[in-house]
């Protein structure tokens, strides 16, 4: 892999202060001026029951390519797996295990083939969730290719790039201002029960690292006469450091039924490092850049069962210059079925 995992002095220092300032935080989650009482109307916890659930899951990790005032770039996906697993929970211990099935997932000859690696985990305190990841991806495919005019050139509806890898590193944190009231474990952890409606502002932190890498351009050939700002690229960087801010809110619908949305809006310091065919650097810079963070849940809870669908994306923008940009895109998406005893 060329350059995708170098990271300068400045980034280790910057992502050091964010665990600082992650571990003062820490020491506040656990403290609550408001009575029990109040938690008890809105929402309950379920943790002393034994959970056993089925679940399936399925990851993301996408990037754009485009120029300025397109609404469509150039957009590239890895073959992700949608993998069916087993697992339970009891008080503050849980286990699961899932895998990937062919009769689901019977497409590497359209899409290609891809390897990937991924570990992360989600804490969720009273006041505060920490999110963590590693995502590694060898093989992609140009997913919108017959979107383009490519001069009377005819391009397969899939363009499969098996050189092309990836690595994305991410370590976040929220702050919900609204924890006596409103439950993110209900929606997200399911060992809580969201009981009334309510809402929450969120403040968080987070720094991350992607990177890409390639053996030949990351711009397929039939396209290069129209990104020739692009042409020359074989690898990037780049490296956020930042803050968002955001509200939540769940609407339960008779006792049950929930449904529930975030959208938190991030502001970066932002380092980016480009490098030609040759694997040399040939732009280094910072500036400030955005963050869009979403998540969703919709399903049914109660004291006995539970299931649902959540999603969570989080969008980075990673500005070269004026007239272009990439975009990256990470997330996952998971369906669960639940019994609690």
């Not at 916890?45 to 390519?65: A, M, Q, V, W």
């Not at 310091?269 to 732009?283: E, G, K, R």
């Not at 007239?323 to 369906?335: A, D, E, H, V, W």
Request: glycine share 8%.
């Amino acid at each position: 892999m060329h350059s995708v995992i170098k990271i300068r002095g400045n980034e280790i220092k910057l992502f050091f202060c964010f665990l600082a300032v992650l571990c003062h935080l820490t020491r506040l989650d656990g403290q609550s001026n408001k009575p029990d009482s109040i938690q008890n109307i809105f929402y309950s916890s379920l943790k002393n029951k034994l959970t056993i659930y089925l679940y399936g899951t399925s990851r993301f990790n996408e990037f754009d390519i485009k120029k300025s005032g397109q609404s469509t770039g150039i957009s590239y996906k890895p073959n992700e797996n949608f993998n069916l697993g087993l697992g339970f929970t009891y008080k503050w211990i849980g286990l699961s295990a899932a895998f990937s099935f062919k009769f689901i997932n019977n497409d590497d000859i359209k899409n290609g083939k891809t390897q990937s690696f991924g570990a992360g985990f989600d804490l969720y305190g009273k006041r505060i969730i920490w999110s963590g990841s590693l995502q590694t991806y060898k093989g992609y495919y140009w997913s919108n290719a017959e979107n383009f005019n490519t001069n009377g050139i005819t391009v397969n509806p899939v363009y499969i790039r098996p050189d092309i890898n990836s690595v994305n590193i991410s370590l976040s944190s929220l702050f919900s201002f609204n924890h006596d009231k409103f439950s993110f474990k209900a929606v997200f952890a399911d060992n809580e029960w969201q009981r009334k409606s309510a809402g929450s502002l969120l403040f968080g932190g987070y720094v991350s690292l992607f990177g890409i890498s390639a053996d030949s351009s990351l711009v397929p050939f039939t396209l290069k006469n129209k990104y020739q700002e692009f042409d020359s690229i074989l690898a990037l960087n780049s490296f956020n450091f930042g803050y968002t801010l955001g509200y939540t809110y769940t609407l339960i619908i008779k006792h049950h039924f929930y449904v529930n949305a975030a959208l938190l809006i991030g502001l970066s310091l932002q380092t980016i490092a480009l490098y030609n065919l040759d694997d040399i650097a040939f732009l280094s810079e910072s500036n400030i850049s955005g963050k869009i963070n979403l998540r969703f849940g919709i399903g049914y809870n109660s004291e006995n069962y539970y299931f649902g669908i959540s999603m969570i994306n989080e969008s980075y923008f990673i500005n070269k210059d004026t007239n272009s940009q990439f975009t990256y895109n990470y997330g996952k998406i998971r369906l669960v079925y639940g019994r609690r005893f």
